[in-house]
């Protein structure tokens, strides 16, 4: 029933690594556009790296060089691997699909990264 369903959160180290998984539950190829989106306590969520359908990637400045958004449409799923982490980096980690006008969104996985 749920289109997006995220997993791969935990808790690591600063420095460490961690890589995320969205699986959706009809083809890739159907949404726009997938991403990641974090929201932390008390902050507002934002968008963490999103990529089109036709495989065009986005950052924020924040993760630029640390995070990769990939995707495996063979197995409908979107990837978030994420090194280097940070403290800050630490959020619930939301998937999100767009298909035309409607957004679809998972029930988020926490990361958690101790300094």
């Known amino acids: 029933q749920s289109q997006l369903v995220e997993s791969g959160g935990g808790l690591v180290q600063a420095g460490g690594s961690l890589r995320l998984s969205c699986a959706a539950s009809r083809s890739l190829f159907s949404f726009n556009e997938m991403g990641w989106y974090r929201q932390a306590p008390g902050k507002q969520r934002e968008l963490v790296a999103g990529?089109?359908?036709?495989?065009?990637?986005n950052y924020a400045d924040s993760v630029k060089g640390r995070f990769t958004i990939s995707k495996d449409n063979a197995k409908n799923t979107v990837y978030l691997q994420m090194n280097s982490l940070k403290p800050e980096d630490t959020a619930v980690y939301y998937c999100r699909g767009r298909r035309i006008q409607t957004y679809y969104w998972g029930q988020g996985t926490q990361v958690t990264v101790s300094s």
């Open positions: 990529i089109t359908s036709g495989g065009i990637t």
